[in-house]
């Protein structure tokens, strides 16, 4: 459902049933129900990598894709981190092309091997036409490995989501 | 043109199989995910048919049960640890020392009892 931006209504002027489903119906089904995907994860094992450049986390769970209306977009993705002795980045990722440039948008780091760093990671998307978008999560090291807890069955058995929704 | 090779291999040690791509390829590849069962190897451009079977190669030859030199220098160290701990449970007694060696062994006994604290021992 889209949003149409309200007209104004001068003095007068009846109110048609046509412009309060448009203006009034429309709009509040819009704004309840706006364009999201969510995927909850749980793939039956931890995801690992040791590559020092941004790849998928996972091109299937860490992916969602929407149709949008031409508005702002935010990024969700909840996760945890656990057995780095060095940077782990993240990056979002719109249509194939990186959101953030460099080291992207997120570090984190574990000083013991048995640590777990949980992340909540929000980015506003702007700029996007109207249309089917996708969005990913990317991830690199700086060296070693890092593991991202996927509900992998054994403790601790954490679930990941990852989330995009038009807010605007 | 960067690219990712999958292959399936129920055990692997990340840190190894990672060496062993790297000893083999440099730079030409930024790395290994594993999701489960399934290997992604990321290679920073196109390979050919050639490097392709000696990825393929050193993936069914990988052994998970061996050790990275970083591995085994981490668990000697672990095992080092393990053994203090069972060889220094009693606490240090300053008053065995006097003067400034006595004085040390009083910080000594107090950072015993801090790292106990800490770790919850």
């Keep these: 459902m889209t949003f149409t931006t309200p007209k104004t209504w001068v003095t007068g002027e009846p109110l048609t049933a046509s412009d309060l489903n448009t203006y009034v119906r429309d709009n509040q089904d819009a704004l309840k129900s706006p364009p999201a995907d969510i995927n909850n994860v749980d793939k039956g094992s931890n995801i690992t990598t040791t590559s020092t450049s941004f790849v998928d986390v996972d091109a299937t769970e860490f992916s969602v894709t929407i149709t949008t209306t031409g508005g702002r977009v935010m990024i969700i993705a909840c996760f945890s981190i656990a057995k780095s002795s060095s940077n782990v980045y993240f990056r979002t990722v719109t249509d194939g092309s990186a959101d953030q440039a460099d080291d992207g948008i997120y570090a984190v780091k574990l000083n013991g091997s048995s640590d777990i760093v949980p992340v909540a990671l929000v980015f506003w998307k702007e700029g996007l036409s109207a249309g089917s978008h996708t969005f990913k999560l990317q991830w690199k090291v700086a060296s070693t490995t890092a593991t991202l807890y996927a509900g992998a069955g054994s403790s601790p058995d954490l679930h990941p989501q990852f989330s995009a929704v038009e807010v605007s | ?121």
């Design chain 2, 1 to 121: 043109m960067a690219r990712e090779i999958t292959f399936t291999k129920s055990s692997i040690n990340v840190e190894l199989l990672d060496q062993e791509l790297r000893e083999e390829f440099g730079t030409l590849t930024t790395g290994l995910s594993r999701r489960g069962e399934t290997v992604t190897v990321y290679m920073t451009q196109d390979i050919t048919a050639t490097q392709l079977t000696a990825i393929r190669n050193i993936i069914e030859s990988h052994d998970s049960s061996q050790k990275t030199l970083q591995q085994h220098t981490q668990a000697g160290r672990q095992t080092e640890i393990r053994q203090s701990r069972i060889d220094f449970t009693t606490p240090l007694d300053p008053t065995l020392f006097t003067g400034l060696l006595g004085d040390l062994a009083e910080r000594v006994r107090w950072l015993e009892q801090e790292i106990r604290d800490l770790r919850n021992l």
